[in-house]
């Protein structure tokens, strides 16, 4: 059972990358304009800036109001998270020797600065453009690719710590306990909490974006 619902995670997270990659693509690639039609210039009616949005694009208002519908859901889920993550850090120091736990301090406090770091460069009052609203949509998955992928977590701590074959297995057993806490969250939470997790603490910038605004 728990090796379906991760390979459904998993699924979920490549549909999304490629999704996001189609997006980017289809907005920066080089296109060849349409031959100018004969007498155009001279037609009662011009192609407005409404009708070059495309079909996948996100819809900001709709994503507005969903967050607001599912605030208390979204910060829960948030909450419940970081201090998922901050269980995990204690059992880590745990099992590591002084020198080790220093180092890991140190680990811990620089991802810290630098997601003060990114959320303080998306307290902005301009509107979202429509790219970063995919990007914000997309970070979800790749942090959750992180959680559930075991082996990826292992192989960094295990070379920065320079851990032991003991402090490995370990630290093996921590990340799965990890594992199984997001697993049990995501199934007690609404399927668009992890979605909009991390576009709801800047939803105020989601107002309509003009397609200029995209690129």
């Known amino acids: 059972m728990k090796q379906r619902i991760l390979i459904a995670l998993l699924t979920v997270v490549l549909i999304g990358a490629g999704f996001a990659a189609g997006i980017w693509t289809e907005r920066n690639a080089c296109k060849v304009p349409k031959p100018p039609a004969v ?3 001279m037609s009662p009616s011009k192609p407005t800036a409404q009708a070059t949005t495309r079909k996948n ?3 900001p208002a709709e994503l507005a109001a969903e967050i607001e519908r599912l ?3 979204i910060e829960s889920f948030r909450e419940r998270l970081s201090q998922i993550d901050y269980e995990m850090d204690q059992e880590i120091k745990g099992i590591l020797n002084a020198e080790q736990a220093t180092k890991f301090d140190d680990i811990v406090k620089y991802y810290a600065d630098r997601r003060a770091k990114e959320a303080a460069n998306w307290d902005r009052d301009t509107p979202l453009t429509l790219n970063e609203i995919v990007n914000l949509q997309q970070q979800p998955l790749y942090k959750m690719l992180g959680i559930v992928v075991v082996p990826l977590r292992m192989e ?3 070379r920065d710590l320079n851990l032991t074959p003991e402090q490995t297995g370990q630290l ?3 990340l799965v306990r990890r ?3 997001f697993l049990d969250l995501i199934d007690a939470s ?3 909490s992890l979605m909009l997790s991390r576009l709801a603490p800047v939803a105020r910038r989601l107002v309509t974006t003009a397609p200029e605004q995209a690129q």
Do not use: V
């Open 39 to 41: 007498l155009g210039e």
């Open 57 to 59: 694009d996100p819809n």
């Open 71 to 73: 605030r208390p859901q």
């Open 156 to 158: 960094w701590n295990t």
């Open 172 to 174: 093996r057993e921590i």
């Open 179 to 181: 594992r199984q806490k």
């Open 190 to 192: 609404p399927p668009p």
